[in-house]
Nanobody
Framework: QVQLVESGGGSVQAGGSLRLSCTAS????????MGWFRQAPGKQREGVAH?????????????YYADSVKGRFTIAQDSAKSTLYLQMNSLKPEDTGIYYC??????????????????????YGQGTQVTVSS
């Protein structure tokens, strides 16, 4: 089992910045493949950014960003894999939504598998609201 607790949401004007944090505890194999999702009112949950930090021997460490946030958002994880961050800059009104931290629920051997399984087999936190006004 994995426990995920998000914080850092809030209200900000367009062009501003926020940093979300997610405190993670539980299985190590889950915490090597984590990500952020968001859900806007009336829309489906979508992936925002993911990180795979699992294999120091092969050097397979990778990140993924949705096209809509590339160049504005940065995902990072501390070395203990206990905290996941999402730095959000140049925020736009369309970034408004509930942001959820996620961790994969199965073992993943590579970043490729991670970025598939994070959508199919995962745990979510309770979410944190981000509101961007124009």
């Amino acid at each position: 089992q994995v426990q995920l607790v998000e914080s850092g949401g809030g209200s900000v004007q367009a062009g501003g910045s926020l940093r979300l944090s997610c405190t993670a505890s539980g299985y190590t194999y889950s915490r090597i493949c984590m990500g952020w999702f968001r859900q806007a009112p009336g829309k489906q949950r979508e992936g925002v950014a993911h990180i795979y930090s699992g294999d120091i021997y092969s050097g397979d460490r990778n990140t993924y960003y949705a096209d809509s946030v590339k160049g504005r958002f940065t995902i990072a994880q501390d070395s203990a894999k206990s905290t996941l961050y999402l730095q959000m800059n140049s925020l736009k009104p369309e970034d408004t939504g509930i942001y959820y931290c996620a961790a994969v629920a199965v073992r993943v051997p590579s970043s490729t598998t991670c970025f598939i399984q994070i959508y199919q087999n995962n745990y979510y936190g309770q979410g944190t609201q981000v509101t961007v006004s124009s």
